[in-house]
């Protein structure tokens, strides 16, 4: 018995990948200019001695996107479901920040769309799991 990849896992795969790149962009970014990092996340830095911060952001960023890939490498989409309905509270957090920081509306709507998708990709491995279940029936 051949175990196939069907359509909608293929797209799972692809939404997740597309949020492990980006986080390890975000990761990299924090590291190379945390100041403007900073700044497109909607909270910028008052003070140069404060980004030291960001830099730990970005190894944790870093951390988490080493975790995901991994569990995608392996195809492990119950834990990849569950951390995407886990890791809305990440851009909920951060939403909440960039607001009261008053950043710019296109910042706090970045941080809506991320839970959106988040959201997405929790569905979409809902319904991936569920095909995999049925298929081994």
């Known amino acids: 018995m051949t175990n196939k990849s069907t359509k909608l896992e293929r797209v799972g ?3 997740v990948a597309l949020i492990v790149l980006l986080q390890g962009f975000y990761g990299t970014f924090a590291f190379i200019d945390p100041a403007m990092f900073s700044a497109v996340r909607g909270t910028e830095l008052f003070s ?3 980004a030291d ?3 730990i952001y970005g190894s944790r960023t870093i951390f988490i996107t ?3 890939g991994y569990l995608l490498y392996t195809r ?5 479901m569950w951390g995407a309905l886990f890791a809305v509270v990440m851009p909920i957090t951060d939403g909440l920040l960039a607001y009261e920081a ?3 509306f296109k ?3 970045k941080h809506v769309a991320t839970i959106a998708y988040l959201l997405i990709i929790f569905f979409v491995l809902k319904k991936v799991i569920a095909q995999k279940i ?3 029936l």
């Open 13 to 15: 795969f692809v939404l």
């Open 48 to 50: 140069v001695i404060d």
């Open 53 to 55: 911060w960001v830099k």
């Open 66 to 68: 080493l975790i995901f």
């Open 76 to 80: 492990n989409y119950i834990v990849l």
């Open 102 to 104: 008053q950043a710019p």
């Open 107 to 109: 910042v706090v709507a």
């Open 134 to 136: 049925e298929q081994d």
